[in-house]
């Protein structure tokens, strides 16, 4: 990719949330000849986009002005509904016909309720939960899932390339929701899978690495299977993706099911463990830790140095 | 492949167990070259094998007789017992020397006890269950889990090679069952994990398959969302694996895991939701019908016709 020459592009954009994930995303948006005006609760981490051709503004409202795409990427549902519908929220600065993309993860039904109200300005919104972490944002290869009315969609196409691969229209406002949070369901269980399975071997007696090689390339085969598996019989817990907020997001998956009378017993059972993983000061590390409640539970090491 | 030209191969063997897997399983050797004594418990299964160059034997002791390996493919811990050590069992017939293959999917504490029992005759046994399915021993492509003394498993070497693709030796006797057993219980966690997440998609009124191909690419992925997903939302619940033969392996493994006081809360609960497949009667469909057990669950119906 050649530096220094940036297409420029007719959308112009506003940027709410430089953390992890926001400020590599936004980054994206620069290099890929975009204008972006910043906007970050801690203002001192706007500092390096602005060195780098982005704005800085003092609130959402103000980054909100006269863009034709406000992006949001927090942590949890109140912060989406402080930053779009509070004071000095991006509700009272965003022209009529403007799109906000939320691509946080929050609740699908709070999504719901946020578009609505944006509607009534004449404001569209999408929400575009992403998938990929930290090495996606930052390479652009990031897994967005779009919920929304298509003509909107489409309208946001050119912001959703500079920082994913993979962009999929799943449905109506609150689907890309949803179905991130199917993600996050199906993740956690996989790793609940492999951390059984590492246990067992454990107390077996058994090589735990041949253990995930032999059960790695058939039938039981997973991502978290190959990547995970490797750190958990490692002893290395660094994140990855954070055992606190993979409790946000199964808090938020099993309250939409309750909303709905929906029994999800495995997704439940892995929020308890995970909190047990918590209990030990542990909410920091990668979500790989789960092992480490199974090893209390059946009084069993399962690490190997090899 | 030629076929009319078979290389002649110096070990000859004995094969216990005609069943779906075992049949393919006992073919591929006879078209590796190797000269093979068949004998089944409905005699009737041995006539196919017999007109393509087989030999049919009376008894698991005289298929037995002479041979250098021994392979046996049956059900459950108790057949194999019968088959190895009952009356007229392998035991009986090989000679010292002679290497006993158990290919079953069992109890690691069963077989590292025949084990004892052949050795005390000078029989030397390995456990090498296997992975794949009927699909893997058709085509020879077999993942192989093998546990017991690594000179043995060389000697084994030029029939596991003629069966299957990834042959793993994993460690002493009992090591191949305990393995097998991991990938069991990923397996089947695995597969619910697919299932909560369409039953939630379901009841949240998202598309099944954009939510399936929106997951299936990232860290959620694994071989059960990418080849059961699919057919569970169409409702295709033909085995595949049956439920039947899964909760067996899951009874194995929790029997195991209960004799080394180790928790396994989520293989225990997938147990328990596949015997509530079984009690709708689904208990020779596929695995993938565990979504069924959730969809009562839950009262929602997860099915799409595309």
Chains 1, 2 share one sequence.
Do not use: Y
Not at 10 to 32: E, H
Not at 58 to 72: H, L, M, N, R, Y
């Amino acid at each position: 990719m050649e530096t220094g020459v940036r297409l420029s592009q007719s959308l112009n954009v506003g940027f709410i949330g430089l953390g992890i994930m926001g400020k590599p995303m936004a980054r994206n948006l620069l290099n890929a000849g975009f204008e972006v005006a910043v906007w970050n609760r801690t203002a001192s981490r706007m500092d390096e986009l602005v060195n780098e051709g982005a704005r800085a503004s003092g609130s959402p409202q103000e980054a909100a002005q006269g863009k034709d795409i406000v992006i949001t990427i927090v942590t949890d549902s109140p912060d989406v509904e402080a930053v779009v519908l509070g004071e000095q929220g991006i509700i009272h600065g965003a022209k009529p016909g403007a799109v906000v993309v939320d691509m946080s993860t929050i609740s699908p039904e709070v999504t719901r309720s946020i578009a609505e109200r944006l509607k009534e300005r004449g404001i569209d919104m999408l929400d575009a939960p992403v998938s990929g972490g930290d090495k996606g944002a930052i390479e652009g290869t990031l897994s967005i899932m779009v919920g929304g009315e298509e003509s909107v969609f489409e309208r946001a196409m050119p912001v959703f390339r500079a920082m994913g691969k993979t962009i999929t229209h799943v449905g109506p406002n609150g689907a890309g929701q949803t179905v991130k949070l199917c993600n996050q369901i199906t993740g956690a269980l996989n790793i609940l899978a492999v951390s059984e399975a590492v246990v067992f071997a454990a107390k077996s007696g058994v090589d735990l690495s041949k253990m995930l090689q032999a059960i790695g390339g058939g039938a039981a085969s997973s991502w978290m299977v190959q990547n995970l598996g490797p750190r958990m019989v490692k002893g290395d817990f660094e994140p990855g993706f954070m055992v606190k907020l993979q409790q946000k997001d199964l808090r938020l998956a099993l309250e939409a099911a309750r909303d709905m009378h929906l029994p999800l017993p495995a997704a439940s059972l892995v929020h308890q463990l995970f909190a047990a993983v918590e209990a030990e000061g542990m909410g920091d590390k990668g979500t790989q830790a789960l092992v480490t409640a199974l090893e209390r539970l059946g009084n069993v090491e399962a690490r190997q140095e090899n």
